[in-house]
């Protein structure tokens, strides 16, 4: 748990790469729920725990934070990010890497999928 605060911060820092090109809102987005539900379900659920909540607080936080038009996708990238760098992270550097894993995934992909959104508008 005292490792949560650096683990937010290195999301963050990634997250301004993302922001470079206009996704800055879904990446942060995407980076702070992927990893604060990753330490939630570390807790209640073990490694698999924190990958489900990943993967789910990565999702919402990503469509929250995106405009209105590209909330599916970006919460689709946040999500599948979030779950995703949980899951690596665990196995390279256990309940800590996981969490760094939650919030880079979900950050990037949050960030590409409101990206991917802006290329298809329904009229």
Do not use: E
């Not at 790469?17 to 800055?24: E, I, L, N, R, V």
């Not at 689709?76 to 550097?93: E, T, W």
Request: no cysteine; net charge positive.
């Amino acid at each position: 748990m005292r490792l949560t605060l650096p683990a937010l911060v290195l999301g963050l820092l990634v997250a301004q790469g993302a922001m470079a090109a206009g996704d800055g809102t879904a990446a942060i987005g995407g980076g702070l729920g992927g990893a604060l539900g990753n330490v939630v379900g570390q807790s209640m659920g073990g490694s698999t725990g924190a990958a489900i909540g990943a993967g789910v607080a990565g999702a919402a936080g990503s469509a929250v934070a995106a405009r209105k038009g590209s909330r599916t996708k970006a919460a689709i990238g946040g999500g599948v990010g979030a779950a995703g760098g949980s899951v690596i992270g665990n196995s390279l550097g256990g309940k800590t890497g996981s969490t760094i894993g939650a919030g880079l995934g979900g950050a990037l992909g949050g960030g590409v999928g409101s990206n991917l959104a802006k290329g298809h508008k329904r009229h």
